[in-house]
């Protein structure tokens, strides 16, 4: 994942995470770099769960994902 310059906006990371799930360790991340962490209570309503790395301007962007340029 690529660092973005500091006051650029949240970055928003979803990752699917399935049962034995116990805690967050997260290394090297500076005060304030984590705004929150939060889960889906009833997952069944999700068809399909998938990881993603939105980055500060995802909402400008195209809505979909080039695999070679």
């Known amino acids: ?3 973005q310059p500091a006051g ?3 970055t ?3 990752m699917p995470i399935y049962g034995g799930f ?6 090297d991340a ?3 770099c ?3 962490v939060y889960r889906a209570r009833d997952a069944r309503q999700f068809s399909m769960l998938l990881e993603a790395n939105l ?3 995802w909402r400008r962007r195209p809505l979909y994902q080039r695999l070679a340029e």
């Not at 116990?22 to 290394?27: K, W």
Request: charged share 25%; proline share 17%.
């Open 34 to 36: 984590i705004d929150g």
């Open 55 to 57: 980055p500060p301007d």
């Open 22 to 27: 116990r805690r967050l360790d997260v290394v």
């Open 30 to 32: 500076p005060p304030g």
């Open 8 to 10: 650029s906006g949240l």
């Open 1 to 3: 994942m690529t660092r």
């Open 12 to 14: 928003h990371i979803l």
